[in-house]
């Protein structure tokens, strides 16, 4: 065991408001599922649900290790812009002819890198994350247009991926499978493993990690890494899912991915990120589109429900002291 430790509130005695306090979001997905379904029946059937854990399960695959970059106290916006700069190296290399086990490989290999780089300038020069992060993420948009020329690149044959993510084992999606297990070994790093108290004392308590002989800077180059990677590997399945390489891809998962982490960390470790929060927000806002699609409602109107939510999400971090750097209270970044 390490001798890290964090500072913690006085544990307060096991009851109905404290559990409530604790899984509050969950509750939220039950309530907006129920009250989606006694207006609109169809929100149940058995199709629409497929639709949502696929959609849901791509999101959560994207923003999994964004979750552990901001609990350690630091931000990446560019994690979208990563996506979509793999979703353009894979089609773009679907379409001079590779396979997909090769534009797969390269598609995941960008992600890594960029992330790789994020790391090393927040981590090693001590860069601002979020402004280190906002010119990544431009590099990376202006590198996933220049690829198609400003325009998709189509995909004629989605080969094993596109296979894949219509399979199903009975009536869950296979991805949505994977994504579950992912989560649950996610977990158990988290909160079974010196890993998640490594993570958590990187925002907290840096000088810990230092005592116990931990670099600091080595960990958030890993956690920006795996960021890359979750991206990546998100942005390769979109372009089997859409049989195609869209360059303007990142732009709609922003709001959400931000959303789905600051909005988890309301959950269970209040005010910090977790991915078991993460998981039930990203299903939250699933059910919140799919609800809201069917009610007629228009996509301004979604996002401002979006807007808010990650709103409060941002606030509840900054009250609990546990805001990433460049959003803390008389954060000049």
């Known amino acids: 065991m390490s001798d890290i430790t964090t500072t913690a509130r006085p544990e307060a005695p096991v009851s109905g408001v404290r559990i409530v306090g604790r899984w509050w979001l969950l509750f939220a997905l039950v309530a907006c599922l129920a009250a989606f379904t006694i207006v609109r029946p169809q929100m149940l059937e058995a199709g629409n649900i497929v639709t949502i854990l696929r959609s849901a399960s791509l999101m959560a695959i994207m923003v999994l290790a964004l979750t552990w970059v901001i609990a350690a106290g630091k931000i990446d916006v560019s994690f979208m812009q990563v996506a979509a700069l793999a979703n353009m190296t894979a089609a773009g290399l679907l379409s001079k002819g590779s396979g997909w086990a090769v534009a797969a490989v390269c598609g995941i290999a960008v992600g890594a890198i960029v992330g790789l780089a ?62 579950a297990v992912l989560y649950v070994a996610a977990w158990w790093l988290q909160e079974r493993l010196t890993f998640g108290h490594y993570i958590y004392a990187a925002e907290q308590n840096e000088e810990a990690l230092i005592d116990v002989g931990v670099s600091a800077s080595r960990l958030l180059v890993l956690v920006y890494v ?97 805001a990433p750097e460049g959003l803390k209270r008389g954060s000049g970044t």
């Open 118 to 179: 994020n790391g090393l300038l927040v981590g090693r020069m001590r860069l601002s994350p979020l402004i280190t992060t906002i010119a990544t993420g431009g590099i990376c948009a202006s590198a996933a247009a220049a690829i198609g020329a400003g325009t998709s690149i189509r995909i004629d044959d989605p080969g094993v991926l596109g296979a894949f993510l219509s399979a199903s084992v009975g009536p869950i999606p296979l991805i949505a499978i994977v994504a």
């Open 226 to 322: 795996m960021s890359g990677v979750c991206a990546s590997v998100a942005g390769v399945l979109l372009a089997a899912s859409l049989s195609s390489g869209q360059p303007m891809i990142g732009a709609s998962y922003f709001i959400d991915g931000l959303t789905a982490v600051f909005l988890g960390g309301m959950m269970i470790r209040i005010g910090r990120p977790n991915v078991i929060g993460t998981a039930t927000a990203v299903l939250l806002l699933a059910v919140l589109v799919s609800g809201g699609a069917l009610l007629g409602w228009p996509d301004y109107q979604r996002e401002i429900i979006k807007g808010a939510l990650l709103f409060a999400g941002v606030v509840m971090a900054v009250r609990m002291g546990h």
